[in-house]
């Protein structure tokens, strides 16, 4: 058995969720449990990860069908019901591009946190995140990363919280923020790209998600004290154009 819960949030997912699934086989079939909240999707998802389960016969799983609407809530109800010590969450349309790393990582690793690199794939751009220890992040220059692609023990949770649902788009970065900002936390950085993100999300998805994301991130720096949020919002946006590559 495999000490990690692997937790995956669906919504109409039936194009990719099969891929993503495919991706992260090595580490179910080690014994990672599988937490699957879904949405209530009207496409046949549901009916596709069953197959999944059946044809792998994937031993250590739960399907969750959320109640409340919302993409924190479905987060929350993933860590409530996960059974391991250490958690990882996968988008449904992104890929664990090295699970033997996580695998051994999860084996051996102490540290509270794990950072892998990470590209975030677009149409026609994709950004990376590689960070190499704790000096790559920068609070204060709003060099912060995402919250794909880490592996979080449990008691991390327990220390410093959940997703707040009171934020449409970013209670991640307010997350982030808060485990960045808190002491006696251990952090370890793997040198592996071991998780690809598809852009297009929730965050990503037209002019009314940038305004709501906007306002939400200067509403998350003044609600724990940092000066100047406007401008740090800004900062945080141009910061990634250095992070952007031509596919």
Request: with cysteine; hydrophobic share 40%; aromatic share 12%.
């Amino acid at each position: 058995m495999l000490n990690l819960s692997l937790l995956i949030c669906t919504k109409n997912s039936a194009k990719s969720i099969i891929s993503c699934l495919n991706s992260a086989l090595p580490t179910l079939n080690a014994g990672a449990e599988l937490i699957i909240v879904d949405g209530r999707s009207s496409d046949n998802t549901i009916k596709l990860v069953l197959e999944f389960l059946e044809i792998n016969n994937i031993n250590y799983y739960q399907f969750i069908t959320q109640l409340n609407y919302g993409l924190y809530e479905a987060f929350n109800l993933a860590i409530e019901n996960s059974n391991r010590q250490k958690l990882l969450f996968l988008h449904s349309d992104d890929i664990l591009k090295n699970s033997y790393t996580l695998i051994a990582d999860v084996r051996s690793s102490t540290a509270d946190v794990i950072f892998y690199g990470i590209e975030i794939e677009g149409t026609f751009l994709r950004r990376k995140w590689h960070i190499e220890n704790i000096s790559s992040i920068n609070v204060k220059s709003m060099i912060i990363p995402p919250h794909a692609g880490i592996l979080v023990c449990r008691k991390v949770y327990c220390k410093i919280g959940k997703f707040r649902t009171d934020y449409k788009i970013a209670a991640d970065f307010d997350w982030m923020l808060r485990l960045l900002l808190t002491s006696n936390v251990s952090f370890s950085f793997s040198n592996e790209i071991t998780y690809i993100m598809k852009s297009g999300g929730v965050s990503n998805s037209g002019f009314i998600s940038e305004f709501t994301k906007f306002s939400e991130d200067v509403r998350v720096l003044k609600s724990l004290g940092f000066k100047f949020p406007m401008y740090k919002v800004f900062r945080k946006k141009f910061n990634k154009l250095f992070q952007l590559k031509k596919v």
